[in-house]
């Protein structure tokens, strides 16, 4: 590969140009994302961020093409980020590692087990079985190890370095070594000291097998970490989804259906029942209820009428409405939430990972001992051979093979407990959190709540007999999908009655005739419209049960009140115990909700949260977790609707339970799927020791390269000894993260 030149823009044109964001192809580490970001902040008047992780780089003062041209100038690929599929680039690249994952492990086997039987026993050996391990090694260290010499070829063009420099020139260094002894003819006499002998004649082939094994290893990681990009990425997708696709918009009298990109501010759109909602807007015609849910998290819907104000995306469930729009587009809520998502996802990814900081340090570093080993020897007239043998003893015992494991190894075993669990860990970002959160904040409805309204309380009038107002109410209530409805239908445990024609009036209630008796269910307003007077018992338990964030349903048969049926969303039963355990832990809990104060409080109270934070619009949830970062606290954010999606991101742990929508899952670091809160508590447990677990990998790790690099130096070691040194180096780190295996819940 040949470097290019690039004609490049002068400060005053450069200036001109807005901000530019550029997908990135080809990087591997967190060293090839400095060396782009360096190459274009060179250019004159150009400002350049780029994020590894989502591998995206943010331009300002430079146009598309000099940008793209700039970034290939230095061996990387870059396209307009509006252009990219990301899911079938991501698909892509997955594909890719996968397939030289298979064709390595496929060889790397039987190479291991031919080899080392061949190699340790003589009397086994057949003609040319040397040039049989050649053969099987190299695809594997030629086709399989590829992305790693193509990154290595990429950096040293440009004078950086990388993990991959190391694992590409081990493998290639393990696999020229057995070449040059076979063609040299090694095998003609004894080969090294094992520790506790020589080993045969021929030994020199074992290192074949080292080639392999690190090229399987790192791939894995590679695999792994590339499916966790993958999930990181689909928010903006999950959003795309979830907004209307089209909106019927009324123009001289007459109801058209557009694209919603057509939909302007202060058009009138229709929406009938059971429609969503294109864009924000201010009633003008009609009334009925809304489900608000999924922007509010709140599970009772809101009656609407001539002057209500209405948000994209939600659902109208009863009557045709007629609205104004205020905010389409880009200025909907429901976008600018997505923004805010998306530009906290941003912010967490720029964290760079521990590993890849040391190794900008540690790979020049080796690479110089290398040198200086080979020199040393060499010129103290021990003889090539000798002066070769240490130096690659270094460059091979040094290979970060458990550099390269320590966090891809833990992840996946903890990952895979997790799943055992119900607990989905997203990546490494998540387990960094965990073990340095002291607040968990809880969004209320379908997190700590059950997020279904359920009758909670009956109140008969004197006289009426309050099993037959709830079946009455039940027959009237039957086929609706309110959640008022569904929750009365659902407490009717006897046979329900029939009602031939039920009407609804939306925003009020609904009227029919059942048994013979004429029956209305709704709103005091509704019973008032029927001249049906409502007792001040009652009155007053509306009034008191509205305090608390519930809502009750009067039932009135032949013109008079019969009962009043409650219903409330419900508090978990595991919620205070699972509160209890994360005090336990040190935690600090708050209760986050767009309820109103009285009723957060009453969850508040009963669950014994330590902070509760009610009547909070949706877009303002993600201030309020980066104002409690702001004072200090490291905050983990437990949700599962859309309107916490931001929050999620901007916390810096989210926790999404699967109930929650797909928003809100793509939005956290951790998703727990099991149906029972006590995840939560799980999820950070386990988050906490694999974090534990990855760190004493790297511990292990670099200790284990402090004490053996000198002693390879040195001349002690010989590269079989340092080929098998660095497996067991590997294999250690490997059993300590299988360990995970072993963790188990508390609910």
Not at 572 to 599: N, Y
Request: with cysteine; hydrophobic share 50%; glycine share 8%.
């Amino acid at each position: 590969m040949t470097s290019t030149t690039v004609d490049l823009p002068d400060k005053e044109q450069s200036v001109l140009h807005p901000p530019v964001q550029l997908q990135i192809g080809g990087m591997t580490c967190a060293a090839c994302a400095t060396t782009i970001e360096k190459r274009l902040s060179r250019i004159e008047g150009v400002h350049a961020s780029v994020n590894f992780v989502s591998e995206r780089a943010t331009v300002t003062g430079i146009d598309v093409e000099h940008a793209i041209a700039a970034v290939n100038d230095v061996g990387y690929t870059a396209a307009l980020l509006s252009d990219v599929d990301l899911a079938a680039e991501a698909e892509r690249r997955i594909t890719m590692l996968r397939r030289r994952l298979i064709v390595a492990v496929l060889l790397t086997l039987p190479l291991m087990d031919i080899g080392l039987v061949l190699a340790l026993e003589p009397q086994l050996r057949f003609p040319a079985w040397d040039w049989l391990l050649v053969a099987l090694s190299l695809p594997v260290v030629f086709w399989s190890a590829w992305p790693f010499h193509k990154a290595t070829w990429s950096n040293l063009r440009h004078g950086m370095t990388s993990m991959d420099t190391l694992v590409s020139l081990g493998v290639l260094s393990s696999f020229g070594w057995s070449l040059i002894a076979i063609v040299i003819g090694a095998q003609d006499h004894e080969g090294y000291w094992l520790g506790y002998g020589i080993t045969p004649a021929g030994a020199d082939t074992l290192y074949l097998d080292v080639a392999a094994g690190v090229t399987c290893f790192l791939l894995a990681g590679r695999y792994f970490e590339a499916r966790a990009k993958r999930s990181a990425r689909s928010v903006l997708m999950a959003l795309g989804q979830l907004a209307a696709k089209n909106a019927r918009v009324l123009r001289d009298g007459v109801e058209t259906v557009i694209p919603v990109e057509q939909l302007s501010t202060s058009d009138l759109f229709v929406a009938r029942s059971g429609e969503t909602l294109p864009a924000d807007g201010v009633v003008v015609e009609g009334s009925s209820s809304i489900d608000a849910s999924m922007m509010t998290g709140e599970p009772i819907p809101t009656d609407v009428t001539i002057g209500s104000t209405i948000l994209g995306g939600t659902m109208n469930l009863t009557g045709r409405i007629v609205v104004r729009a205020t905010g389409v587009g880009a200025h909907s809520q429901l976008a600018h939430m997505a923004v805010l998502a998306e530009e906290a996802q941003a912010r967490k990814a720029n964290v760079q990972r521990l590993v890849d900081k040391i190794v900008e340090i540690f790979v020049p570093a080796v690479l110089a001992i290398v040198v200086l080993t080979f020199f040393g020897w060499w010129i103290t007239g021990v003889g090539t051979r000798h002066a070769l043998s240490a130096a690659l003893s270094v460059l091979v015992i040094a290979c970060p093979c458990a550099l390269g494991l320590a966090t891809p190894t833990a992840l996946m075993v903890g990952v895979g407990r997790g799943g055992q669990l119900g607990i989905l860990i997203k990546g490494p970002e998540a387990l960094e959190a965990s073990g340095r959160i002291d607040t968990v904040v809880f969004d209320k409805t379908g997190t700590v709540t059950s997020g279904d309204m359920t009758l909670v309380t009956t109140i008969p009038v004197d006289g009426h007999n309050v099993d037959r107002a709830l079946r009455y109410a039940a027959a009237l209530d039957q086929h609706s999908t309110h959640p008022v409805a569904k929750a009365v239908v659902a407490a009717a445990e006897q046979t329900i009655p029939a009602c031939p024609s039920p009407r609804t009036i939306a925003g009020r209630g609904v009227i029919g005739d059942v048994e013979g008796h004429h029956v209305m269910v709704g709103n005091r307003a509704f019973l008032a419209e029927g001249n049906i007077e409502v007792p001040d018992k009652l009155n007053h338990i509306v009034l008191e049960a509205a305090t608390e964030g519930r809502s009750t349903a009067l039932v009135a048969i032949d013109g008079q009140v019969a009962a009043a049926l409650v219903v409330a969303d419900t508090v978990k039963p595991e919620a205070p115990e699972v509160i209890a355990q994360l005090k336990a832990m040190g935690l600090r809990t708050v209760l986050l909700t767009g309820d109103s104060k009285a009723a957060a409080e009453a969850v508040g109270t009963q669950l014994g949260i330590d902070e509760v934070l009610a009547e909070v619009l949706p877009t303002d949830k993600a201030d309020i977790v980066e104002g409690l970062r702001a004072k200090g606290h490291v905050v983990a954010m437990v949700g599962d609707g859309i309107n916490d999606a931001a929050a999620l991101a901007s916390s810096d742990l989210g926790m999404a339970l699967v109930s929650g929508t797909d928003i809100a899952m793509r939005s956290a670091d951790i998703i727990c799927v099991r149906h029972h809160l006590g995840v939560v508590v799980d999820a950070i447990g386990l988050s906490r020791r694999t974090l534990r677990t990855i760190q004493g990998n790297l511990a292990w790790a670099f200790i284990y390269n402090i004490a053996a690099i000198p002693i390879a130096a040195a001349g002690l070691l010989n590269p079989l000894i340092s080929g098998l040194a660095m497996s067991l180096s590997s294999l250690f780190v490997v059993v300590h993260s299988l360990r995970l295996r072993n963790f188990g819940t508390r609910s």
